[in-house]
């Protein structure tokens, strides 16, 4: 079983940064992808990014230039850095641990409200 606690949500700005962290339990998901996925209310749980386990990334358009996803292995952790921040992003923001492809763990979300 692995634990995702998500953290650094908040509220911001439109034009803010908010950097987001989630802090896995032990190191399996150091190598397996990990991503984070939102949902604003009413709307379903979209993909923003994803890091592979040797560093690859990938961002939904909505993002692109503006989000960043790491790694720090040495901590388990993965971050999302979110600059330029727009009303439209706010929502839930959910850390998700994909372990060799048919397990598949979430955190319990936190919250990024982006003011106008």
């Not at 996803?69 to 641990?97: F, G, H, W």
Request: net charge positive; aromatic share 8%.
């Amino acid at each position: 079983q692995v634990r995702l606690v998500e953290s650094g949500g908040g509220l911001v700005q439109a034009g803010g940064s908010l950097k987001l962290s989630c802090a896995a339990s032990g190191s399996i998901c150091n190598i397996n992808t990990m991503a984070w996925y939102r949902q604003a209310p009413e709307k379903q749980r979209d993909l923003v990014a994803t890091i592979t386990g040797i560093g690859s990334t990938n961002y939904a358009d909505s993002v692109k230039g503006r989000f960043t996803i790491s790694r720090d292995n040495a901590k388990n952790t993965v971050y999302l850095q979110m600059n330029s921040l727009k009303p439209e992003d706010t929502a839930v923001y959910y850390c998700n641990c994909n372990v060799w492809g048919s397990h598949v763990f979430w955190g319990q979300g936190t919250q990024v409200t982006v003011s106008s």
